[in-house]
């Protein structure tokens, strides 16, 4: 800033010397930053249902090396993201329905903006949770929910799912979070989004039961229950499919070499592709009838294979962690 003296000529200047003159518009600077020139840093944008997760999940990529920011106003991103206002780093922002400026309209225009001003890699992540899971968890804390301060839990979670459903739509990744401890989704947003991965697409294997239904984030669901059931045999049906014996069985069925076999290559064949159409999360979910035995053998099996492959892999088996929850319950009440 150059300073002005009383006579309005710049500080320092010879008497007499008249104003200053203007600077040619062309020789001036351009103060208007550059994408090309200095790019702006990959952005992940966290939202979802109130309950699913989302300071966890912004906990985690701070840890990982984001510049993390919760409930920052959308008016304001553009100057955050701004490559002149940034150091570089990644950043991590949660938005929730109560924050400042909020609409799904102003989100997805947000999202937009970053994309073609900025040429920022931005990714916009939704955590969904089912409306029992989230009552259940309100519940357990004893808060009231922020969209129904003064009503129930579930109106206020079928107002929020209204107000989302157009977010929900136009998200890159939708994690369902409604059995998956905090230590399990910290342990997926490291596989997804670990700096030097976060470009790549990260692969989740899961197993679950027909009967609890399947995962509302799966990409893919293959049903397993043609193959031969371990349950039936007395001697197998206290194990699960990560034993070596239910590996056996129902990889001895007749038909598991030849489905497995296509299942694999069809999977090998899908990943490089939705690699390069920028999709960020793969999920396959393996179902049986009850979530312990068939799946959860095929999907370990196919786990491994796929990571061999060279691909960041996480396995999630549904209806074993509601087993081992269940367990513990019951020893807790015993005692």
Known sequence: MVAMSDAGDPAGAPPGAGPASEPDPASAPDSTPDPA?????????????????RTTVINALEDLGYEAINNFPLSLI?????????????????????????????LNEAVDMLRAR?????????????????????SATRRRHPLA???????????????????????????????????????????TFALGLAPELAVSIQSFSYKF???HDADMVLDCRFLRNPYWEPELRGLDGRDAAIRDYVSGDPMFDAFFGRLSDMVELLLPAYKKEGKAHFCVALGCTGGRHRSVTVAEMLAAHI?????PVTIRH??????????????????
């Open 37 to 53: 020139r200095r790019p702006a840093p990959l952005v992940v944008i966290v939202t979802g249902m109130s309950g699913a997760g």
């Open 78 to 106: 553009d100057r955050l993201v701004e490559p002149s206002e940034s150091d570089g780093r990644p950043i991590a922002i949660g938005i929730e329905s109560r924050t400042r400026g909020f609409s799904t309209r102003a």
């Open 118 to 138: 900025w040429r920022a890699g931005t990714r916009l992540v939704f955590l969904d949770c089912s409306d029992a899971a989230l009552t259940g968890r309100f």
């Open 149 to 191: 301060p003064g009503e129930d839990v579930a109106t206020g979670v079928a107002r929020e799912r209204e107000i989302l459903a157009g977010v929900r739509e136009r998200a890159d990744l939708v994690i369902d979070t409604s059995a998956m401890t905090p230590h399990q989704l910290r342990s997926e947003i490291g596989t």
């Open 213 to 215: 239904g399947a995962p």
């Open 307 to 311: 990571s061999k492959a060279g691909w």
């Open 318 to 335: 549904r209806e074993l962690r509601r087993h081992e929850s269940q367990r513990l319950s019951s020893t807790q009440d015993r005692t």
